[in-house]
DNA sequence: CGAAAATTTGACATGACTCAACTGGAGTGG
DNA sequence: CCACTCCAGTTGAGTCATGTCAAATTTTCG
């Protein structure tokens, strides 16, 4: 069963025990989604925890002139957050969409709070998966703050280019805060330089 | 004693019992620095948690041109972290650089990660804490991707209104991810604006 | 196959940077 | 108290980065 990923995926963190797999195992849910459709929309609190097994998302904001903002990309093997709404109840501002036809775990929040009140371990484990998080988002806000649109795009083709041949273009645009348009003319002209040498 | 500050700062997310107030006291050390004086520099590996009881930092990177780029300012009552640095022990690429006089509570990583292991309270006071500022950065990095400059300094100025009286614009300028000059545009624009009405 | 979405291209407009010059405090030493 | 320096801030001209809009083309998915 897929919960196996899930439970490989801590494990990479801290080994967990019979009794703690047990745990998760009773309150995980696996979901089957198509592509366009939502774990989360604009408006509705948060109310899972979700793994994902296999698919891609994207995690975006919609402006006051209806264009998208990608935040993240999650694929297999990594968790969607959306941190502020799950934690404080509040109605999400992002929305949360599956690009691919994708299998997902669910644990509700009422369970992980449960899962984290009475396993130290688990508890510690989601520290460490939101401190890394932080990380790789202070590195973007850095990037997006210090460079050029250009550069941001090679870093992000080099760092995710296993990911970035499952996206459409538009979308690797929004997530680097450019418009699909500009995005092209860098592609045009850095294809531009490699054809010479 | 200004420990004071840092335990009323751990009862706002979960009130601490005598063991843990005591145990905090045992490992806490006090410091003041001056003006200029480092936290942490590039190339150091971060051995200490660090709280802001008085003053004011500025965590930065320098760019290959030495130009400085500001992540992130924390006064009283804040947490200054390296989270990259602290806990996988890599040198710090950043800078933490005090902008005021300054009295800070520091804890060693040692004595950190035993609390940790001991106390599960503050394993998860350390966890809300990371959230917390992973929402802000998040929503930082939303705007930086989907607003113009003028749109973010207003947004700074007024989620940030008694921070930002305390810094010269150019700090303010790097941490909007824009030269000092064109901050100072966005400042004239924006005073024949308000003039006018 | 057919509709919808993605991509490219060009002309033009605006945002933002660079460089250089100038202004006006805030120390600092005489 | 003055002369001096140093740094933050401002201003303007010119340039580069990026956005907007529209049209044509290609790809993708149902």
Excluded at 28 to 56: A, I, N, P, S
Excluded at 169 to 194: C, D, M, V
Aim: aromatic content about 10%; some cysteine.
């Amino acid at each position: 069963m897929s919960i196996q990923a899930l439970i490989a995926n801590f494990d990479k963190y801290l080994p967990l025990n019979d009794e703690e797999r047990e745990a998760l195992r009773l309150c995980v849910v696996e979901r089957k989604l198509r592509r366009k459709q939502f774990v989360l929309q604009e408006g509705e609190v948060c109310k899972h925890y979700t793994f994902v097994v296999e698919g891609c998302f994207k995690k975006y904001h919609v402006d006051t002139k209806g264009v998208e903002h990608n935040l993240q990309f999650i694929a297999e093997n990594d968790w969607i957050t959306e941190v502020d709404s799950i934690h404080n109840r509040k109605p999400s501002k992002a929305y949360i969409e599956a690009i691919e036809p994708a299998i997902i775990l669910q644990i509700s929040q009422r369970d992980l709070y449960d899962l984290l009140a009475k396993f130290h371990k688990l508890e510690r484990i989601f520290r460490v998966i939101i401190e890394n998080r932080y990380v790789a988002l202070e590195n973007r806000l850095l990037q997006t703050i210090s460079e050029t649109a250009e550069d941001r795009y090679l870093s992000f083709m080099e760092q995710y280019h296993d990911l970035a041949s499952r996206l459409p273009n538009t979308q690797i645009a929004s997530y680097l805060g450019i418009t699909p348009e500009f995005l092209s003319k860098i592609r045009g002209k850095l294809s531009k330089k490699t054809e010479k040498s």
